[in-house]
């Protein structure tokens, strides 16, 4: 195997200690707890799991996290009476509603109700605008993740070949419009596009965010190539019956002998949602009360 195995559980646990470290400054100093809100509708159980994780980590910062629980057939009218009454909160800094929300309720519309100043997730018109013209809003946590984890092992991007395979708001697009503030040169592929092999094997920064796992092999990527693999398929676990087993975009074993450095599935980018969560609560709490913001903790 030629590629370093890049640690996003460790990178993850460094930024949590910073955020941590902010949150203990801002109570110290100016007696303020930055809080982030969580609201899940319905009773899914990966949800559930994410959202316990998300308690979990924002509580051994040392910041407040309020849970709120709808039951899935709660109406736009509740959910929208709840957001408002988290809008107005000055105890609450970040507001997440986790997704996917039951289907009689709209994402986007859910999205545009939080207020941009609290929306952590980055997904507002708003904070998507403000980062497409380059000015300071919040950034989807996953793509700032990558972010991180991208400066972190290259260093200057700039004029780097960088492909990210998949155009969602939630990743794809805010992970573009970051690559090209890098100074990276970037191309957003996609379902249609041609001979992707081919566009991928231009890529000194090859980001996958498919949803197919193990869609990208290892003749798919550039000798020396540095693989971010966003891609979290959840299959039944080939040795252990009953257990289930996560998968990336990349086939892993194939893209190791190829890149010179890769993220893992798990242990990679994931636990840097959850940290990058957390550095956009102390962001937008800093903020909101007219505080320098932490430094390294955002795009
Ligand atoms: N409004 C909203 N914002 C989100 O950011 C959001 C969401 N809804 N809905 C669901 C997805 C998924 N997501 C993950 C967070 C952490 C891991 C993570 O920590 N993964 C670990 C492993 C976890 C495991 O073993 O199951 C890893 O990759 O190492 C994965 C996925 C956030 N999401």
Not at 130 to 153: F, I, N, Y
Not at 219 to 246: F, N
Not at 251 to 258: I, K, T
């Amino acid at each position: 195997m030629a590629a370093s195995i890049i640690d996003g559980k460790a990178f993850a646990a460094t930024v949590r200690e910073k955020v941590a470290g902010h949150v203990a400054r801002l109570k110290e100093e100016n007696d303020i707890t930055p809080g982030l809100a969580v609201v899940l509708v319905g009773e899914d159980p990966a949800s559930e799991v994410y959202v316990a994780a998300k308690h979990k980590n924002t509580v051994a910062a040392g910041m407040a996290s309020f849970e709120h629980k709808l039951p899935a057939d709660a109406s736009e009218e509740e959910l929208f009476a709840l957001i408002d009454q988290l809008n107005a909160d000055p105890k609450v800094h970040g507001i997440l509603c986790q997704f996917p929300v039951p289907d009689h309720l709209n994402e986007r519309r859910v999205v545009a109700r939080i207020d941009p100043s609290k929306d952590v997730d980055g997904l507002s018109v708003v904070n998507a605008g403000l980062l497409a013209s380059g000015e300071k809003g919040l950034v989807s946590c996953t793509p700032l993740g990558c972010l991180m984890l991208l400066r972190d092992q290259v260093g200057n991007m700039s004029g780097k070949n960088a492909v990210v395979i998949g155009r969602s708001n939630l990743f794809g697009k805010p992970m573009a419009q970051l690559l090209l503030q890098e100074s990276c040169t970037v191309t957003i592929a996609h379902s249609r596009t041609q001979d992707l092999a081919a566009v991928c094997r231009r890529a000194d920064i090859l980001v996958a965010a498919v949803g197919r796992a193990e869609m990208v092999k290892g003749d798919w990527v550039k000798p020396g190539a540095t693989v971010i693999d966003v891609g979290i398929s959840r299959i039944p676990h080939p040795e252990k019956p009953g257990k289930t087993k996560l998968l990336g975009d990349v086939d892993f074993a194939e893209a190791a002998e190829v890149a010179s450095a890769i993220t893992p599935v798990p242990g990679g980018v994931g636990p840097m949602t959850i940290a990058c969560l957390l550095a956009n609560t102390v962001t937008a709490c800093c903020r909101a009360n007219g505080l320098t913001e932490p430094e390294g903790l955002t795009a």
